[in-house]
């Protein structure tokens, strides 16, 4: 069996989350009988799977003669706040979807966020999943990163990582930076969107203005230095389909405070501490003590989202709709 997956990772592209998820499926898919390629130009496959739907993507669902399956790693809902005219981009979602033999959704959220938008679509539900070979912690890069950025060992880093836009709480992330300033806080992301991110001079404006306790690193080529070098890390995220950094953060052994939007409470539970509103989140990420303890059971709250388990159902998938 020939599967093809279709992701437009090129130039910033390659640094979203989509990407990061696809590339990590494509590795960990079961030997066997499936025969994976990563955007293939050829026809003759069983199942094409598509992370993007860009007009590569879009060009090449035209001819395929696959089974054409999409995982909508995004619905219109995270779009408001992340990218500029995100109204006239979020029509188009519905006609694009349309266009799909059969879409992978990465949460219960989200698929009932895909069932409302197209009733009756074929969907399977496949959360993210993360690499927990790779995601853990090591105290090598904990030092490497802290010494990179001028940070001692006693003092206590607040890591976010995400693209700098209003949709992922960076507004929320520089207020709480400046009421608490005995702590570090770091930002590892940028703007892959470029001057198309919603807000994207007024966020440079604001970032000019903070103060040394204050790191915005950019993209960093190993991100597990970040996940080893942060005590706590924070996500102030307004909307998601899933929270891959969440998982990341958990599989590295760190205690999260996030959002309390509906998303992340229905997919993480009790796992994570949340916050309300900016006294919340203050409350919280002071009182040390409170969210320490969460740390010890982060890692192993993310077996189940082995990504080698992941990459199994996605298989079976496969499996079920090239037929016999």
């Known amino acids: 069996m020939r599967v093809n997956f279709i992701v437009e990772d090129f130039l910033v592209f390659k640094y979203i989350g989509c990407s990061t998820v696809a590339k990590m499926i494509y590795r960990n898919l079961p030997g066997g009988d499936i025969q994976a390629s990563w955007n293939s130009p050829r026809r003759d496959v069983d199942v094409a799977h598509f992370h993007t739907f860009g007009p590569l993507a879009l060009l090449y669902r035209t001819y395929t003669k696959g089974v054409r399956l999409l995982t909508a790693h995004s619905t219109p809902h995270t779009n408001v706040g992340n990218i500029a005219s995100s109204g006239l981009v979020n029509r188009l979602y519905p006609p694009i979807y349309r266009g799909f033999d059969h879409i992978i959704t990465v949460s219960d959220p989200c698929d009932r966020d895909v069932r409302a938008m197209l009733p009756g679509i074929p969907t399977t539900m496949i959360p993210n999943g993360v690499d927990r070979a790779f995601f853990q912690r090591s105290e090598a890069k904990r030092r490497a990163f802290r010494a990179a ?106 205690p999260v405070l996030a959002r309390g939007i509906p998303e992340f409470r229905e997919i993480f539970g009790d ?29 192993a709250a993310t077996e189940p989202y082995d990504i080698r388990l992941i990459a199994k159902r996605h298989a079976e998938l496969y499996r079920e709709l090239s037929g016999p």
Do not use: C
């Not at 693209?163 to 702590?183: C, M, S």
């Not at 796992?271 to 890692?299: C, H, M, N, P, Y």
């Open 149 to 254: 950025l001028g940070v001692d060992e006693d003092e206590t880093v607040v890591l976010t990582v995400g693209q700098q836009t209003p949709r992922k709480g960076i507004y929320d992330f520089l207020d709480l930076a400046e009421r608490v300033p005995d702590l570090i806080w770091v930002w590892v992301g940028g703007f892959p969107y470029g001057p198309l991110s919603q807000d994207y001079l007024r966020i440079r404006r604001e970032k000019k203005k903070t103060h040394e306790n204050v790191i915005f690193t950019g993209f960093i080529p190993d991100i597990m230095e970040a996940y080893s070098g942060a005590d706590l890390f924070f996500m102030p995220s307004h909307a998601e389909t899933f929270g891959l950094v969440i998982l990341e953060a958990l599989a590295s052994g760190l």
């Open 271 to 299: 796992t994570i501490a949340f916050f309300e509103g900016l006294d919340d989140a203050q409350d919280l990420v002071q009182s040390r003590e409170r969210w320490r303890l969460s740390g010890e059971k982060a890692r």
